[in-house]
């Protein structure tokens, strides 16, 4: 993958991630329907940010996928540069890991907000 095109995805990434932070923010600022267990935004809002979430991840992995094997180009050690970008990208895998398993797994504790 060309150094500028790493850099546009990486701009890509973090605009998406800003977009979807946003719209959760937005989401949020509607109250939460006790009985039917689902807020009450409009639905345009919810797929927004489901779709912001989905092309965020794949772009996470189309990333990773491209970045890891340039690992193994080195022959002695990392340099501090490739050592912060390795921490960032494992960092933000295992929050996406944790929070996909909160939101699936934990959904029950939802009423208890």
Known sequence: MDISISAILGLVFLAIGFAA?????????????????ESSAPRALVLSHRLAGLLFVLLYLYMMYHMVPRLFIYQVEFPART???????????????????IIRACSHFSAML
């Open 21 to 37: 932070v946003f719209l959760m923010f937005r989401i949020w600022g509607y109250p939460f329907d006790e009985v039917r267990q």
């Open 83 to 101: 050592v912060a970008h390795m921490l960032l990208g494992v960092s933000i895998g295992f929050l996406l890991l944790i929070k996909l398993v």
